[in-house]
């Protein structure tokens, strides 16, 4: 199954079929709405190279993404088995200490605000040389499509696109019943027809991404330690 935009607005097109109440502009815009919420329940896993330099411990984080938290952090790269580094406070003892671990520093109080790449600083307690590298794994968002992009990539699974159809039906007839309230001679019935349809759908949709959170939840049941000996985190 292709898992484009257009495939998407395609599948959502057999529950919204007027293209006068939502053309594909609309829907397309919808579809990213739905997208970034999505990412906030179920994120996107990325990999970012980090090239390091002697003297130097403290590197910013990818800013790219919607960058949301740190899964791991390996240092150095290129080990068997890998090695991976403990977050722990700047100020502990283990940090001092010059251990396998990282510390996160904050953003500066003088950052602008629109500044949206700015997503903390990673600071190293063991002293890096230039040549060596870090991969940071980090979850974040999953990208939104550019409005009739037709071929742009849903990376959203498959398996979750009920979600992000269901959202999307909320959202249009949350949109439909706000347009109707503005107008004068709609009568009051038909306002709550359409309030009752929106909140169905807003109903529909939380019954879907509850169900993935149950599913996602119960496919994370293996134990890290269960896992083959071959890799190794320093913990």
Known sequence: MANTLADLRAQIRALLASTDDWPDATIDKYIGDAIRYHSNHFPRRWRYTLSLTTDTQAYALPGAHGFQSIVSVEYPTGESPQSFLEEVPEWSQEFQDAGNVYAIRGIADNTAIESDTAAATIV????????????????????????????????????????????????????????????????????????????LAWNRYKEVLNSLVVQVAKSKTISWAAQDDTQKRVY
């Not at 990539?153 to 696109?161: N, S």
């Not at 159809?165 to 709550?192: M, N, Q, Y």
Request: avoid cysteine; glycine fraction near 8%; hydrophobic fraction near 40%.
């Open 124 to 199: 190293f307690a063991e002293t890096v040389t230039t040549g060596e590298t870090a991969v940071i794994e980090y979850l974040g968002n999953h990208p939104v499509p550019t409005a009739a992009d037709d071929d742009a990539q849903i990376t959203v699974p498959i398996g979750h696109w009920e979600a992000l159809i269901a959202f999307v039906d909320f959202r249009s007839h949350w949109e439909l019943e706000t347009d109707e309230a503005v107008t004068v001679s709609t009568v009051s019935i038909i306002l709550g027809q359409l309030g009752q349809e929106g909140r």
